[in-house]
């Protein structure tokens, strides 16, 4: 049996994302090194720091979620009798 390789992102693709997250919750234009005190350190607040890690977090388990149904579905669709396996029932 041989093991399927799950694409992942690329390392320009994760530089977007930490970009992105960088701009939008701690308004830092750039993460790229300007070698300039007044460029690269930022004066962060608390929560703006917070909302970033939680984005980081999300965007993680996002991919990971990916990945794990690319794996699934690489061994072939789910019959309806598989599926009953992974509903668990509730009793009221």
Known sequence: MSIQKVPTLSPDEIDLL?????RDHLMIETLEV??????DFHEVG???LKA???????????ADRRQA???R????????????????????
């Open 18 to 22: 930490l970009e992105f997250i960088a």
């Open 34 to 39: 300007q070698n300039r005190d007044g460029l």
């Open 46 to 48: 608390v929560a703006n």
């Open 52 to 62: 970033a890690l939680l984005a980081a977090f999300y965007a993680g388990r996002r």
């Open 69 to 71: 149904n690319r794996r």
């Open 73 to 92: 579905t690489n061994f072939g669709p789910v019959t309806p009798a598989a599926q009953a396996v992974f509903v668990p029932s509730v009793m009221m």
